[in-house]
Nanobody
Framework: QVQLVESGGGLVQAGGSLRLSCAASGRTFSDYAMSWFRQAPGKEREFVAAIAWSGGRTHYTDSMKGRFTISTDNAKNTVYLEMNSLKPEDTAVYYC???????????????????WGQGTQVTVSS
C-alpha cells in the first residue's frame, strides 16, 4: 500500500523558513515524479514544485522559483520542500503527490498524480 506522509509544517513569521518532508513507502518510486501542491482556504489546490525521482529534473511555479527548492533523499525515500522568505500568502495546507514521470509536461496538473498525502499545515504570520 502506497503511503505519502508529510511533516514539517507549522507556524512561522514572515521572512522565515520551513522545510517540509514527504516520506514515501509502499512501492518503488524511481519512475515517478514527486510534487508539492498547496491549498489555501477558499482557493483551488495549486501546483508548487515537482521533481523526477530518477535524475532529479525539477519544475516550479514561476512565482515560487528562487524561494522554494524541491529535492529528494533516495536513501530515505523522502522528498523535501525547502521554503525561504515566507510570506503570509504562502499560508496553506501543503500536499505531497506522486505520479508516473514521462517528461516535465503536465507536472503542474493534479490529474498527473496517482497518490496523495494528507497534507501539512503551514501558517505564516505577518
Amino acid at each position: 500500500q502506497v503511503q505519502l506522509v508529510e511533516s514539517g509544517g507549522g507556524l512561522v513569521q514572515a521572512g522565515g523558513s520551513l522545510r517540509l518532508s514527504c516520506a514515501a513507502s509502499g512501492r518503488t518510486f524511481s519512475d515517478y515524479a514527486m510534487s508539492w501542491f498547496r491549498q489555501a482556504p477558499g482557493k483551488e489546490r495549486e501546483f508548487v514544485a515537482a521533481i523526477a525521482w530518477s535524475g532529479g529534473r525539477t519544475h516550479y511555479t514561476d512565482s515560487m522559483k528562487g524561494r522554494f527548492t524541491i529535492s529528494t533523499d533516495n536513501a530515505k525515500n523522502t522528498v523535501y520542500l525547502e521554503m525561504n522568505s515566507l510570506k503570509p500568502e504562502d499560508t496553506a495546507v501543503y500536499y505531497c503527490a506522486a505520479g508516473n514521470y514521462y517528461s516535465n509536461v503536465g507536472l503542474d496538473k493534479r490529474g498527473t498524480y496517482i497518490y496523495w498525502g494528507q497534507g501539512t499545515q503551514v501558517t505564516v504570520s505577518s
